[in-house]
């Protein structure tokens, strides 16, 4: 007859894997805290002391390590480094056990708890959590796992919202959440949510403000800004275009503040996405000193827009090129742009390109002999000094446009705004009565002429304004060649006012591009760029537009 033995099962050391013999087992302790409080200092301080009596107290468990992520965030654990070298390590078999406080120290992520929960459980490596009282190698230890984990990650979510409902209250109450070490020309003030200027970065802002308004790329700001070591805002790394284009574009530096550009789409990932009209945005008008006027700060805007409609066109100029000249000289026959060819050695040629790029004996082909670079730098050279016997025009002009021109146009945006007022009166007392009137469609049609016409008429203000700039920036430069006067040193301190803005940031040339009696004797290759609209060259006369309006015409 057959008998049947029965072999109990021996019970597994809930630390022991079977793969590890050894009587003395390697525990590492987890401790992570999520803000860098003081009082969260001090439980990250306690968590460590603790798990090294812990450890120290049983004979058969040495101290592996302890690995602690301070002021992390626990939904991400890409974004903890001591969380990840425990994981390493686990892998290369230097640790047996490990120990955490909790589900929520360990991770608030449920994905992220089971993967690497799994992952040590293939290793034979427990995790004993002790608030929980779950030791991962017990096989009822995952679902309950699974089921906290998920609590934890929901408690996170929760603790997201509260803390982005408070950024809320704090945005409709004006206050914005600042950080001036990521943008140039502020500090943070003795106040909260208050900035204070920095006068030497406010000094560089003004600057690249003012290169932008003379016709100087974002490029080409950046790598002069490189060249002479200017430190950005973080005081470190080099100015690239985007840098330059991001500081043109920030209302803060004319002391206007927009809040909720950006916000954090998930919780878990921590991606931050641009606001593109999913979330309210708050602004506050006149928040903090200003930098630079409202005035040149729109105008800036204006022109941002116009160069990146424009930077296709051929017949613009171009921007970033580093010959100035380049997109700036035209043909005076066929009206067509000049090509720059290097000869031999150093000597170059501009070439109308009706004639280098037309066959001979085509019909189109231009011939305007090629005119040497020499040549037009001279012609330049003496439209400048030509321009010293101009300052009372130049002035004229200037009054003209902010007295007639600018005031005109301001008038008549205030006379259109009253009658809008009253139209927009009128439509409000028809939709409130009972009755509807056949001339309610004649006056939705007047209020639509009247906002087609506001935006014509600022258009025409804003062009008006820019015009008013560069005749301005132009004087400058002629009454500095008339009396040689250098500007009021920039002492870095707010500028709400537009001639306070121009007399900070005046140009000064070299030394070498002007002699002792201001005449100018050398070309300066920013000279185009300040200040040329284009050259147009025939072949006995050079014909200089300026951009402030004024033409020379030089005979060669």
């Known amino acids: 007859m057959q008998s049947v033995k029965v072999i109990k099962a021996r019970q597994p050391d809930p630390f022991r894997s079977e793969k590890k013999k050894e009587t003395i087992l390697r525990v590492a302790a987890y401790c992570r805290v999520s803000t860098d409080a003081e009082e969260q200092e001090n439980s990250y301080v306690a968590q460590q002391a603790h798990y090294r009596d812990m450890i120290a107290q049983k004979a058969e468990w040495t101290l592996a390590g302890i690995y602690a992520d301070e002021g992390i965030t626990g939904t991400s654990a890409a974004k903890r480094p001591q969380f990840q070298k425990m994981i390493r390590d686990c892998e290369a078999g230097q640790i047996d056990l490990v ?18 929960i799994r992952a040590l459980k293939d290793l034979e ?28 990650q929901q408690e996170s979510a929760s603790m997201s919202e509260n803390v982005r409902l408070g950024h809320v209250y704090n945005f409709q109450q004006g206050k914005g959440m600042l950080n001036p070490k990521y943008f140039m020309g502020y500090d943070r003030g003795d106040e909260p949510h208050k900035m204070v200027i920095n006068p030497q970065q406010a000094i560089v802002v003004r600057r690249i403000f003012r290169a932008y308004l003379e016709g100087f790329s ?64 708050y602004f506050v008008a006149n928040d903090h000193e200003p930098i630079v006027p409202k005035d040149i700060h729109l105008l800036v805007q204006g022109e941002l827009k116009r160069r990146s409609t424009d930077k296709h066109d051929p017949a613009k100029v171009r921007f970033g090129s580093t010959n100035t000249l380049n997109g700036r000289v035209f043909c005076g026959k066929c009206g ?74 301001d008038a008549l945006l205030e006379s259109l705004a009253e009658q809008k007022n009253w139209m927009e009166s009128l439509r409000e007392t028809r939709e409130a009565s009972s009755s509807s009137e056949p001339a309610d469609d004649q006056l939705q049609l007047a209020l639509r002429d009247a906002a087609a016409k506001e935006n014509r008429l600022r258009y025409e203000r804003a062009g008006a304004v820019c015009r008013a700039v560069q005749v301005k920036i132009l004087l400058e430069f002629v009454t ?36 002792e009696t201001g005449r100018m004797v050398r070309y300066d290759n920013t000279l185009a760029v300040r200040y040329l609209d284009r050259i147009e060259v025939q072949e006995d006369t050079i014909l200089v537009k300026f951009k402030a309006g004024l033409e020379v015409r030089v005979i060669m």
């Open 480 to 515: 500095t060649m008339l009396k040689g006067a250098a500007p009021e040193p920039d002492d870095g301190g707010p500028c709400s006012d537009t001639d306070d803005f121009f007399r900070r940031t005046a140009y000064i040339p070299p030394k070498h591009v002007l002699d």
């Open 125 to 152: 490596i427990p995790v004993l959590f002790e608030k929980e009282g779950i030791n991962t190698m017990d096989s009822s230890g995952e679902v309950l796992l699974t089921i906290l984990a998920s609590l934890s």
């Open 99 to 116: 120990l955490t406080k909790s589900i929520s120290r360990f991770s608030r992520n449920t994905v992220d708890c089971l993967r690497y």
């Open 218 to 281: 974002p490029w080409m700001i950046a790598r002069q800004l490189n060249a002479e070591g200017i430190p950005t805002a973080t005081g470190h790394g080099k100015w690239y275009d985007s840098t330059i284009t991001n500081i043109l574009g920030n209302e803060k530096h004319c002391g206007d503040l927009l809040m909720q550009k950006y916000y954090t789409k998930d919780f878990l990932t921590h991606r931050v996405v641009r606001n593109d009209g999913r979330r309210t945005q």
């Open 336 to 409: 067509r742009k000049m090509k720059r060819f290097l000869r031999s050695g150093d000597a170059t040629d501009w070439r109308c390109e009706g004639r280098c790029l037309v066959p001979e004996g085509t019909e189109g082909r231009c011939d305007l002999p090629n005119i040497k670079e020499t040549e037009i730098t001279k012609a330049v050279l003496s439209a400048f000094n030509d321009l010293r016997g101009k300052r009372e025009k130049l002035i004229r002009m200037e009054e003209r446009i902010h007295s007639g021109e600018i005031k005109r146009i």
